[in-house]
């Protein structure tokens, strides 16, 4: 079997060896990414202690790396151009930041080893660019499927872990003989690492088929496309989607409803002392009060008086007025007839006393 190399030459090396070259690269990559890390957690830290503001404000590794090897020792901010390494708001909070910093003075020598570390990870940080291309071109030319599937370096990990392409394809997709998690060199693949921690059994189980079909179409197969991967790869999220939206809405053709989640409900950890415990007396709080008050307006309606219409008097002739008159007349007349009897028997009584009294007297 012929396999074409990265600049489109054919050449008439074996799968096998081109497939060794692949994972030794895969290999190395790595070995690359954890020096890269060490390298920069150590210059960051070694910096730190002279200018230990600038790590919070420049996130991005390169960008500091290259801006600590322009700027050496804190001092030099403000006459320093950053503009090539760090856009304009960072680079003015950079300048700010130096002016109050509250790092230490650190000797010539050691900004002379900070920089030479910088140095060093800037140069790593290009090869193991350089090499990443040069991994995607070989693993776009062996096994086209394949990367399009679980991407460039996790291909390149399964390949070197079985020791060839072709190897590889007498592999099962998975087996269940194995404790959990049970993902394996898969689970970097960047389709199970965008899946929620639920589903992400079953979207390395899915994706798992699919490699499994797509190396053996790549080893064995005559093709160099990618189409199969394509297809499969558009299945796969296809059905991400649909797992993740599951708890979301409703299946058609079912009347139950999804798993809601819960409503975050923050409950303080802090308490508070309750007062009312030190009062045996019955006590209604004013709350409570308030709102039977509120239910009571609202229970009574209330009731709008309305002016009764005034009634006009009515009319009547002047005789029956007259006749009204007689009898009031009448009765005053009577009752000082009755007033004048009175004082007369009362003057006939002093009048008539006997003899006997008044010698007495």
Same mark, same amino acid.
């Given at each position: 079997?012929?396999?074409?190399?990265?600049?489109?030459?054919?050449?008439?090396?074996?799968?096998?060896?081109?497939?060794?070259?692949?994972?030794?690269?895969?290999?190395?990559?790595?070995?690359?990414?954890?020096?890269?890390?060490?390298?920069?957690?150590?210059?960051?830290?070694?910096?730190?202690?002279?200018?230990?503001?600038?790590?919070?404000?420049?996130?991005?590794?390169?960008?500091?790396?290259?801006?600590?090897? $322009?700027?050496?020792?804190?001092?030099?901010?403000?006459?320093?151009?950053?503009?090539?390494? #760090?856009?304009?708001?960072? =680079?003015?909070?950079?300048?700010?930041?130096?002016?109050?910093?509250?790092?230490?003075?650190?000797? !010539? =020598?050691?900004?002379?080893?900070?920089?030479?570390?910088?140095?060093?990870?800037?140069?790593?940080?290009?090869?193991?660019?350089?090499?990443?291309?040069?991994?995607?071109?070989?693993?776009?030319?062996?096994?086209?499927?394949?990367?399009?599937?679980?991407?460039?370096?996790?291909?390149?990990?399964?390949?070197?872990?079985?020791?060839?392409?072709?190897?590889?394809?007498?592999?099962?997709?998975?087996?269940?003989?194995?404790?959990?998690?049970?993902?394996?060199?898969?689970?970097?693949?960047?389709?199970?690492?965008?899946?929620?921690?639920?589903?992400?059994?079953?979207?390395?189980?899915? #994706?798992?088929?699919?490699?499994?079909?797509?190396?053996?179409?790549?080893? #064995?197969?005559?093709?160099?496309?990618?189409?199969?991967?394509? =297809?499969?790869?558009?299945?796969?999220?296809?059905?991400?989607?649909? #797992?993740?939206? $599951?708890?979301?809405?409703?299946?058609?053709?079912?009347?139950?409803?999804?798993?809601?989640?819960?409503?975050?409900?923050?409950?303080?950890?802090?308490?508070?002392?309750?007062?009312?415990?030190?009062?045996?007396?019955?006590?209604?709080?004013?709350?409570?009060?308030? !709102?039977?008050?509120?239910?009571?307006?609202?229970?009574?309606?209330?009731?709008?008086?309305?002016?009764?219409?005034?009634?006009?008097?009515?009319?009547?002739?002047?005789?029956?007025?007259?006749?009204?008159?007689?009898?009031?007349?009448?009765?005053?007349?009577?009752?000082?007839?009755?007033?004048?009897?009175?004082?007369?028997?009362?003057?006939?009584? &002093?009048?008539?006393?006997?003899?006997? &009294?008044?010698?007495?007297?």
């Amino acid at each position: 079997m012929v396999c074409s190399s990265v600049t489109g030459v054919t050449s008439l090396m074996g799968c096998s060896s081109v497939t060794g070259v692949t994972s030794i690269m895969g290999s190395l990559l790595d070995d690359l990414d954890k020096e890269l890390n060490n390298y920069i957690m150590r210059c960051r830290e070694w910096y730190g202690w002279h200018f230990p503001e600038v790590g919070k404000i420049i996130t991005d590794n390169l960008a500091y790396c290259k801006s600590v090897r $322009k700027i050496g020792a804190r001092t030099n901010v403000a006459t320093t151009d950053l503009s090539e390494h #760090l856009p304009e708001e960072v =680079e003015a909070e950079v300048k700010l930041a130096a002016e109050i910093s509250m790092g230490t003075e650190v000797s !010539e =020598e050691d900004i002379g080893n900070i920089m030479h570390l910088c140095d060093q990870v800037i140069e790593i940080t290009e090869y193991r660019t350089q090499l990443y291309d040069y991994l995607k071109n070989r693993m776009m030319a062996i096994a086209p499927n394949l990367t399009v599937m679980v991407g460039e370096l996790v291909g390149a990990r399964l390949i070197s872990h079985a020791g060839s392409l072709l190897n590889l394809a007498k592999h099962p997709a998975s087996t269940t003989r194995r404790d959990t998690p049970k993902y394996g060199l898969i689970y970097h693949a960047s389709l199970v690492g965008q899946t929620s921690a639920k589903n992400k059994g079953k979207i390395s189980r899915m #994706l798992a088929a699919k490699a499994s079909l797509a190396i053996r179409y790549d080893a #064995l197969g005559e093709d160099t496309n990618a189409e199969m991967g394509v =297809e499969n790869r558009a299945k796969l999220e296809a059905r991400l989607r649909h #797992l993740e939206e $599951k708890g979301i809405r409703r299946i058609s053709g079912t009347g139950k409803a999804m798993a809601k989640s819960d409503k975050y409900q923050h409950r303080s950890d802090v308490k508070v002392y309750d007062p009312s415990g030190d009062s045996t007396l019955p006590s209604v709080s004013k709350k409570r009060k308030f !709102e039977e008050v509120e239910e009571e307006e609202v229970a009574t309606p209330v009731t709008v008086k309305t002016k009764k219409p005034k009634k006009e008097p009515v009319e009547e002739p002047e005789a029956s007025t007259a006749a009204e008159e007689t009898p009031k007349k009448k009765k005053k007349k009577s009752k000082k007839a009755e007033e004048e009897a009175m004082d007369v028997k009362e003057e006939e009584e &002093e009048a008539t006393v006997s003899p006997t &009294e008044e010698v007495r007297s």
